[in-house]
């Protein structure tokens, strides 16, 4: 087994790591609209965090030596399910390749975000 670790994603905010690999498969940790660069989330919208997560997912992926295109599930929480459209209109640009998912509206998300993101790919 071996740990995923970089700089170009956020840092786990709590005791886990960003991602591990085993068996050929990267598990990600969920993802969060947090910039890496600044360490706080910067966009208020839907739209915006969205985009930054899968930005963060991307780059756990590239360092994993893996890419978007060999993710096979995604697990998709929101605030508000309300968000679901919007979500899904970027969403869509990232995961061209239409990986298995669930959705689901929760009640809260670490740190006031609007989504988080977790998935798993091969390697």
């Not at 061209?96 to 929760?106: F, I, Q």
């Given at each position: ?82 968000d679901f459209a919007a ?37």
């Amino acid at each position: 087994m071996r740990t995923v670790k970089t700089d170009t994603a956020p840092a786990a905010i709590g005791p886990y790591s960003q991602a591990k690999i085993t068996g050929g498969l990267m598990f990600a940790s969920g993802q969060i609209p947090v910039n890496p660069a600044s360490g706080k989330i910067e966009a208020a919208d839907i739209e915006g965090q969205t985009e930054q997560v899968c930005k963060n997912i991307q780059a756990l992926l590239e360092v994993a030596g893996s890419s978007m295109d060999k993710v096979v599930k995604t697990v998709c929480f929101l605030a508000d399910i309300a968000d679901f459209a919007a979500f899904n209109k970027v969403y869509e640009k990232f995961f061209t390749s239409c990986p298995a998912r669930s959705c689901v509206a929760v009640k809260d998300i670490p740190k006031g975000a609007l989504c988080e993101i977790e998935c798993i790919a091969e390697v």
